[in-house]
């Protein structure tokens, strides 16, 4: 997948043009697979849970690839790649718990902190 790819590049010290030309890729794979999913949705009148679940893990996947694959060198395109990771499975939480008639509000402000939290004690060292 593109991500692996732009990740790689950015701990191997590829220059901006290269990481921008991956970025690129990544993006576009990623914009087709939603153009995938609006027609499927279009078709089949919305996603039902099953598939509000499986964008939902789907992003937690991503989201956890990033960060393992993130390493001691700290790549700025990297750490804003995983920070808009966190948001798209954010959001597909938030669907999921929309779906199942869950305001999402106050769980996802929850989740959140204690995720950030995380993130940065492990930026620190620190021990959950």
């Given at each position: 997948m593109a991500e692996g790819r732009f990740v790689a590049h950015a701990q191997a010290g590829a220059s901006p043009t290269i990481l921008g030309a991956a970025r690129e890729a990544m993006n576009g794979e990623f914009a087709e697979l939603a153009t995938l999913e609006a027609t499927v949705d279009a078709v089949s009148a919305g996603p039902d849970r099953g598939e509000l679940?499986?964008?939902?893990?789907?992003?937690?996947?991503?989201?956890?690839?990033?960060?393992?694959?993130?390493?001691?060198?700290?790549?700025?395109?990297?750490?804003a790649r995983c920070d808009e990771t966190f948001e798209e499975m954010l959001a597909a939480f938030?669907?999921?718990?929309?779906?199942?008639?869950?305001?999402?509000?106050?769980?996802?402000?929850a989740v959140s902190a204690r995720a950030w939290s995380e993130v940065l004690r492990g930026r620190r060292g620190e021990r959950s």
């Open positions: 679940q499986a964008r939902a893990l789907f992003a937690v996947e991503r989201c956890r690839a990033l960060r393992a694959q993130e390493g001691s060198r700290r790549v700025p395109m990297v750490a938030a669907a999921l718990l929309a779906y199942d008639g869950v305001p999402p509000g106050p769980v996802l402000a």
